[in-house]
């Protein structure tokens, strides 16, 4: 069989409960959902460490934190005298690995590389859309912001095309721009133009939208597609528990997200939704340029997201904890020559895994942290018994670990040594707090997620003796994110 096509697309913070195929009765994406039906969908799939940069490398690297050192947005944590460079640390990057399998490659969208926003990854065509530009250098060398001077120059004085942020953060927008030329159509055009090149090579591609992260402002119509009255409010529980992660009321302070109310937060969701109709329809007409070009059946498809979005759920904002709205992702896979059609998965996956996934496929499997998923499928891998996510530096107020089995969550975080736990089949809002009711299932996690810890370099920080440090509880101080336009001279308000 003539080797298959790699198509990843991303999205940006997009839970895996806002897709239709996943059960959501009220969001509407044909696309996506046709995906699901001529492949494998996954329900319990999870970004390890559920913030941009890290997922991103587990994506490029197949290695989870405590291999490529990058446990939150920022720099690595390396032991000492251990090198710099990632590919170094944990190989060579996927779009690397598929070049030297003889495949052709193209990288489109938000890559989120440290330091170097515009990291070189392996990809023979390379084109960077980020969030924001440091300097009037990126902003000239981005090449969504590039399109817009030299094709739409009449839109080139807007500061931050894909909405205002700052304390604009969470507050529902519009797109300053038509539905045919924003960063998500950019992206879908691009990726139609190299996918219809003509070439002998199979080609593996990654498109990596920037939505539906913050700020949520979706193009006409998609801006008033849903009404607010019919979302659903926010899952709450116990404040107290629901905060037990001081990360997470510092998070929505950070955001000017700490007063937003039920009736907001409604209104964000419909727009948060608006711009999930419309990222669907971009990426409708890329599935439309595979099946022109006679490529469906032999193109693998892996659709997935970095990590999801509280929403206001437990009265929170953002991602980084590992509350299911933050760390559980839409995972789906088509590929119909192999796989089976209109399929659903339970098995514990998770964004590592896609290294092993595109590999195997090419025909030289590399699995590196992940495991054989596409064997699993078939009904001939071993799965995971046990998923553990990671966030914060070990030996830090920061370092939290998260163990998942296919009925219970359990979550430390050193910041008090304060622990968590779920049953995600009696509760799957986790809203009810287990650690003292269920004392032997609590004691199984705990161990299990310490003996993960244990054997790993960089994780056994975390420790002390036989149990995991405990740090003496301190808020985080409150601080702000001002996120201006520097490239055009912009660091914060006027007055």
């Avoid at 489109?108 to 590389?113: E, N």
């Avoid at 219809?196 to 949520?216: A, K, L, N, Q, W």
């Amino acid at each position: 069989m003539k080797r298959p096509n790699v198509l990843f697309v991303m999205c940006d913070q997009l839970r895996a409960d806002a897709i239709g195929a996943y059960g959501n009765s009220i969001i509407h994406t044909p696309n996506l959902d046709r995906l699901a039906k001529r492949g494998v969908l996954f329900t319990k799939a999870y970004s390890t460490c559920p913030v941009c940069i890290p997922a991103r490398y587990t994506i490029r690297t197949g290695c989870e934190p405590y291999n490529t050192g990058f446990f939150m947005n920022g720099p690595p944590f390396l032991e000492e005298g251990q090198t710099e460079k990632t590919e170094e640390r944990c190989g060579r990057y996927l779009a690397r690995v598929m070049s030297d399998m003889g495949y052709r490659t193209f990288g489109i969208g938000k890559f989120h590389t440290y330091p170097d926003w515009d990291e070189e990854l392996g990809f023979e065509v390379h084109l960077h859309s980020e969030e924001t530009y440091s300097s009037l250098e990126q902003r000239e060398k981005d090449a969504y912001a590039s399109f817009l001077k030299n094709k739409h120059p009449e839109f080139n004085f807007i500061e931050q095309p894909h909405g205002e942020r700052t304390e604009m953060y969470y507050i529902p927008q519009m797109s300053p721009f038509p539905a045919d030329i924003t960063v998500e159509s950019w992206a879908a055009d691009r990726a139609v133009e190299q996918i219809c090149m003509e070439d002998e090579r199979p080609f593996f591609g990654f498109v990596s939208m920037i939505g539906p992260h913050p700020p949520v402002a979706p193009p006409i119509p998609y801006n008033r597609m849903y009404n607010p009255d019919n979302m659903p409010a926010p899952v709450c529980g116990d404040i107290l528990v629901d905060h037990m992660d001081e990360q997470l009321p510092w998070m929505n302070y950070m955001i000017w997200a700490e007063d937003i109310g039920s009736s907001v937060a409604r209104v964000i969701k419909a727009r948060y939704y608006g711009e999930i109709t419309y990222i669907d329809m971009c990426i409708g007409r890329i599935l439309n340029a595979l099946e022109q070009k006679g490529y469906t059946n032999n193109t693998l498809v892996c659709f997935f997201s970095d990590h999801g979005d509280h929403l206001g759920d437990h009265h929170s904002w953002q991602k980084e904890s590992f509350f299911e709205a933050s760390c559980r992702i839409p995972f789906i896979l088509s590929w119909p020559e192999f796989l089976p059609k209109s399929a659903v998965c339970e098995d514990l996956v998770c964004l590592t895994d896609l290294f092993g996934i595109a590999t195997s496929a090419a025909g030289n499997p590399q699995f590196r942290d992940g495991i054989d998923v596409l064997a699993a499928v078939r009904g001939c891998g071993k799965k995971r018994e046990y998923l553990f996510g990671y966030y914060g530096v070990p030996g830090t107020r920061s370092f939290k670990i998260m163990v998942r089995d296919r009925e219970w969550k359990y979550i430390y975080m050193a910041n008090g040594g304060r622990e968590q736990l779920f049953n995600l089949c009696t509760d799957p809002d986790e809203r009810r707090q287990c650690i003292e009711t269920y004392c032997a299932v609590a004691s199984r996690m705990r161990e299990v997620a310490f003996e993960e810890a244990r054997r790993r370099p960089l994780l056994s920080h975390a420790l002390c003796g036989n149990s995991f440090i405990a740090l003496d509880y301190e808020p985080l101080p409150r601080v702000r994110a001002y996120q201006f336009d520097s490239s055009r001279g912009v660091y914060g308000f006027m007055y």
